[in-house]
Structure formats: structure tokens, C-alpha cells
T-cell receptor, first 114, second 111 residues
Framework: DARVTQTPRHKVTEMGQEVTMRCQPI?????VFWYRQTMMQGLELLAYFRNRAPLDDSGMPKDRFSAEMPDATLATLKIQPSEPRDSAVYFC????????????FGQGTRLTVV | QKEVEQNSGPLSVPEGAIASLNCTYSDRGSQSFFWYRQYSGKSPELIMFIYSNGDKEDGRFTAQLNKASQYVSLLIRDSQPSDSATYLCAPASGGSYIPTFGRGTSLIVHP
């Protein structure tokens, strides 16, 4: 059962703490996306990687957010320090580059910063 | 301003009716579009991809693209309560077909 796996599913943290969200893309997928979803802004693209290289992170607040792919099976999104306005659902998605267009989404990490 | 504009709704239709979901976009360079469906508390899933002007049909779903008017729509025929969800329109950006989403339209199909 190929699927994108995100951990944790839920995270509650205090303002100022570091948060790390993890994503395991579908095996063989070489393009990985991070999205953030809020009621106000909808689903926003934060960053994406191809073959583990960051191609675009222009949607991400640079001062506190960082995204990496230490290896082909793991993508991470870190927030340090976290703020209440970071409360959202963070989705990871993966796809195969090229003519196959469908991106498959993980179940998301619901982050609450208090 | 987002690149894609959708009426947030909710759009309420009776069971069996045709639901019409609309999306306008600002980038004339956009060539292809996704429609994703997102159930409450779940992740988005792809239901349609369209890249040519005109209509594309898949079962009860028809996507329509008008590049001259910068308009893309999704029609759902014989709407069912199980179609109640948020529908997200997204231009496919770049060679990797990256979805960049609008806020989505909430659809409610009532029995």
C-alpha cells in the first residue's frame, strides 16, 4: 500500500519551542512538496524538492522555517522558534517527475502552537 | 492576491442535481489545471487534470477549460451526498506540474 507517511499526526507545543515534522515519500517518487493549510490562506506551497535538492522555498518564512531531505526516504520541516500564527495543518506530498502529474498527499500534521 | 480565485461557498445543491464549481486564474501562462477534492479532516486527492481548451469528462465529472477567458470549471452530474467536500482548483506550475492551489469551494449535497 504505497502512501506518503507523515509524523506526527498531531502536535501541540508552546510558543518558542522547536517543531520538527517528518515525511516519508512514496518509494520511487523524486519530487516532494510541503504545503501549509489554514482557513484564512488555504493551501499554500512552502517548498519543494527534486532528487533531494531544494528547488523552491520562496513560500516559506526564511527566518524560522527550514526544510531538508537528508535522504530519499525522509523529508523534514522545522520551525524554530514556533509562534501561534504557525498553527495549521502541514501536508507533505510526493510525485514522480515528468509526465505523471498526480501528487499524492500524506495525512498531514496538525500543529497547534499555544 | 492569489493566482487562483474560487468562491469559498458553501455551494449547496440537492441530491441528483448538477453542481458547478468555478475558478478564475490570473497567469495567462498557465497551461494545465488540477481539480482536487478534500473531505473534511482529510488530505487532498486528485480527481481531474485538464490541459486542453474544452471539456474533459470522467464519469460524473466534467472539467472545462477556457484559456481565453482564464476560466476553469468542474461540473458534477447526479450529485451525491458523498460528493460533499471542498474542491480545490490548482494551476500546474512548471515542468514538474506543481499544484498551486486556490482556497477551494465547499460543496454540500443535501438529500
Amino acid at each position: 500500500d504505497a502512501r506518503v507517511t507523515q509524523t506526527p499526526r498531531h502536535k501541540v507545543t508552546e510558543m518558542g519551542q522547536e517543531v520538527t515534522m517528518r515525511c516519508q515519500p512514496i518509494l520511487g517518487h523524486n519530487t516532494v512538496f510541503w504545503y501549509r493549510q489554514t482557513m484564512m490562506q488555504g493551501l499554500e506551497l512552502l517548498a519543494y524538492f527534486r532528487n533531494r535538492a531544494p528547488l523552491d522555498d520562496s513560500g516559506m518564512p526564511k527566518d524560522r522555517f527550514s526544510a531538508e531531505m537528508p535522504d530519499a526516504t525522509l523529508a523534514t520541516l522545522k520551525i524554530q522558534p514556533s509562534e501561534p500564527r504557525d498553527s495549521a495543518v502541514y501536508f507533505c506530498a510526493s510525485k514522480v517527475r515528468g509526465a505523471v502529474v498526480e501528487a499524492f498527499f500524506g495525512q498531514g500534521t496538525r500543529l497547534t502552537v499555544v | 492576491q492569489k493566482e487562483v480565485e474560487q468562491n469559498s461557498g458553501p455551494l449547496s445543491v440537492p441530491e441528483g442535481a448538477i453542481a458547478s464549481l468555478n475558478c478564475t486564474y490570473s497567469d495567462r501562462g498557465s497551461q494545465s489545471f488540477f481539480w482536487y477534492r478534500q473531505y473534511s479532516g482529510k488530505s487532498p486527492e486528485l480527481i481531474m487534470f485538464i490541459y486542453s481548451n474544452g471539456d474533459k469528462e470522467d464519469g460524473r465529472f466534467t472539467a472545462q477549460l477556457n484559456k481565453a477567458s482564464q476560466y476553469v470549471s468542474l461540473l458534477i452530474r447526479d450529485s451525491q451526498p458523498s460528493d460533499s467536500a471542498t474542491y480545490l482548483c490548482a494551476p500546474a506550475s512548471g515542468g514538474s506540474y506543481i499544484p498551486t492551489f486556490g482556497r477551494g469551494t465547499s460543496l454540500i449535497v443535501h438529500p
